[in-house]
């Protein structure tokens, strides 16, 4: 049996972290509050530790306390999580501490924070190596596209998206093709689902109604569409 390395991160309130990892199916392994905090918490083979809190320091999301723990199947994984947490607190936790981020098709990897802010990120096992974006063979609109799906799935920052998808569209929606322009809607459409804006949700479907697209095109927007239907529906089941 090789070497091991277990992640040790903060412990907070010790029992409260440690009952949000019972609530996604991990088993207690260690818990201690004397002489000091440590639990310790196993699933599918793996561990994760957590120790004393250091005072004063803020949250551990702020001081950037993480692991990844490496899955042979993410989406599952996310569905599995998502409907425990939505047992445990009548709705899906996707904003504040504690957290778990949405998920699309085709994603690879998804996040979950703790009460304490520790952030745990599980990633497919073989997942390919990271697109950044940027390509240079992108332009417009479409290099748009691109940047804001990386600061959405890499950084995880909507508010930065959104700008980015705002600002191209001012720039090049009067030049873009009406399917790039659909897309660019679609995405803020999903931006403002996640936001609970409902409102601005209605009067984005309503610019891609009015939009000249072929019939193909059209199938392609519903289908994108439908990720922000999905994802309304995981922000507001309920028990």
């Given at each position: 049996m090789g070497d091991v390395s277990v992640p040790m991160m903060w412990s907070g309130d010790l029992p409260e972290t440690l009952d949000f990892y019972r609530t996604l199916g991990y088993e207690v392994t260690a818990e201690q509050t004397r002489p000091y905090n440590y639990g310790a918490v196993?699933?599918?083979?793996?561990?994760?530790?957590?120790?004393?809190?250091?005072?004063?320091?803020?949250?551990?999301?702020?001081?950037?306390?993480?692991?990844?723990?490496?899955?042979?199947?993410?989406?599952?994984?996310?569905?599995?999580?998502?409907?425990?947490?939505?047992?445990?607190?009548g709705r899906v936790p996707a904003s504040g501490l504690p957290r778990i981020t949405r998920f699309r098709p085709?994603?690879?990897?998804?996040?979950?924070?703790?009460?304490?802010?520790?952030?745990?990120?599980y990633?497919?096992?073989?997942?390919?190596?990271?697109?950044?974006?940027?390509?240079?063979?992108?332009?417009?609109?479409?290099?748009?596209?691109?940047?804001?799906?990386?600061?959405?799935?890499?950084?995880?920052?909507?508010?930065?998206?959104?700008?980015?998808?705002?600002?191209?569209?001012?720039?090049f929606g009067a030049t873009a093709a009406p399917v790039d322009k659909a897309h660019a809607l679609a995405e803020l459409i999903e931006l403002a689902v996640a936001a609970n804006e409902r409102q601005r949700v209605t009067?984005?479907?309503?610019?891609?109604a009015e939009l000249d697209l072929s019939d193909e095109d059209r199938v392609a927007i519903d289908k994108?569409?439908?990720?922000?239907?999905?994802?309304?529906?995981?922000l507001g089941e309920t028990d």
């Open positions: 196993a699933r599918n083979g793996y561990s994760l530790h957590f120790g004393p809190t250091p005072k004063d320091k803020g949250t551990a999301e702020e001081c950037y306390v993480s692991c990844v723990v490496f899955v042979d199947e993410v989406a599952e994984l996310h569905k599995q999580f998502s409907a425990a947490l939505r047992e445990r607190f085709g994603q690879t990897r998804f996040t979950v924070v703790d009460p304490v802010g520790n952030t745990v990120v990633v497919v096992r073989d997942e390919p190596d990271p697109d950044y974006g940027g390509s240079r063979e992108l332009q417009g609109l479409q290099r748009t596209l691109d940047n804001a799906r990386i600061l959405r799935y890499s950084k995880l920052d909507d508010t930065a998206a959104r700008r980015a998808l705002e600002s191209g569209l001012r720039r009067e984005l479907r309503a610019e891609i994108h569409l439908r990720i922000a239907t999905d994802l309304e529906q995981w």
